[in-house]
């Protein structure tokens, strides 16, 4: 999804018509589908978001009451509307600290712990009274029958029409990878527990040696945990905070890397990232991602 073009002036212009005030008006770092900004108002920080769809935000309003707490910090969502007849907006409560993402290298290596933790926690929380699995909706029910069936998703042509990729080398390359993910997916176990989905870098808030928000719920889904350490793995030779929290990691469980679980999750987040950036022009990420899940593929085969 294009993100959308909005100038400043209107920003600030929608913001006092909302709030009767803004202060300190000025943009953040953005994902891939959202503008971001952060202003004050009544001498409260916030962070204003907008995109051409509110669903995400939605799944935001619903980590912060049924997840947040003290040991997982979610910025609470003060409101959901519509900033135009075409886009949707979000503010949230500016949580202190900067991105992982953002964080000087150096400062790095003091916050692999307490990241760590976090994603312990969100590994131990219950999420079986909400039905359903994978990607979840606004109402927390997620979209899958099961784990494996959110997995396999990505080998559907009903879903996924590898076929409609206009590159030729993303075509012919797709189909042994989804070959190997499919058998490494038969040993992947059916587990009910809560995961971010594109857990760190520039979605977890650090400050002073602690994490202060866990942000962007869009792509939370209900399934195996490790599934947000395989995306660490995965982005890792792309961000020096995720090589170090990738080192980490083993460093902790040093067998952790060489799981086949571990890389068939790794692979699966791969696959969709190729797809993704393909359908959406993005030709350069999409050969990257082709070559980091070849990494995976291959070493995966030479090591047994």
């Not at 770092?29 to 204003?48: I, K, M, T």
């Not at 030779?237 to 890397?257: D, G, K, T």
Request: hydrophobic fraction near 45%; proline fraction near 6%; glycine fraction near 8%.
């Amino acid at each position: 999804m294009e993100k959308p073009s909005v100038e400043m002036p209107a920003v600030a212009a929608f913001l006092i018509k909302e709030f009767g005030e803004c202060a300190a008006l000025g943009q953040l770092a953005e994902g891939e589908e959202s503008r971001a900004f952060e202003f004050q108002a009544n001498d409260n920080p916030y962070v204003l978001r907008i995109s051409r769809s509110a669903g995400g935000f939605h799944k935001d309003a619903f980590a912060y009451c049924a997840f947040s707490g003290p040991a997982l910090p979610i910025p609470e969502i003060v409101r959901i509307g519509n900033f135009d007849e075409d886009l949707s907006y979000c503010v949230s409560r500016k949580a202190a600290g900067i991105t992982l993402q953002d964080l000087p290298e150096d400062d790095l290596p003091t916050i692999v712990e307490p990241v760590a933790h976090v994603l312990d926690v969100i590994a131990s929380t219950d999420v079986r009274s909400l039905g359903g699995f994978g990607r979840f909706g606004p109402d927390g029910v997620g979209h899958f029958p099961t784990w494996h069936a959110y997995l396999m998703a990505i080998a559907d042509a009903r879903q996924y029409d590898w076929l409609a990729l206009q590159s030729h080398e993303l075509r012919a390359a797709a189909p042994p990878l989804l070959e190997k993910f499919v058998q490494w997916a038969d040993h992947c176990p059916e587990i009910c527990g809560l995961v971010h989905g594109d857990f760190g870098s520039n979605n977890v808030l650090a400050h002073a040696g602690r994490v202060t928000g866990v942000i962007d719920w869009s792509e939370a889904l209900i399934g195996d945990p490790l599934y947000d350490m395989a995306n660490i793995f995965f982005w890792r030779p792309w961000l020096r905070c995720m090589e170090h929290q990738a080192l980490f990691l083993e460093q902790r469980a040093p067998v952790l890397e060489r799981s086949l679980q571990l890389r068939a999750y790794q692979l699966r987040i791969g696959l969709e990232q190729l797809f993704q950036s393909a359908m959406n022009g993005a030709q350069e990420d999409a050969l990257w991602a082709l070559a980091r899940c070849k990494a995976i593929a291959g070493r995966a085969v030479s090591d047994g």
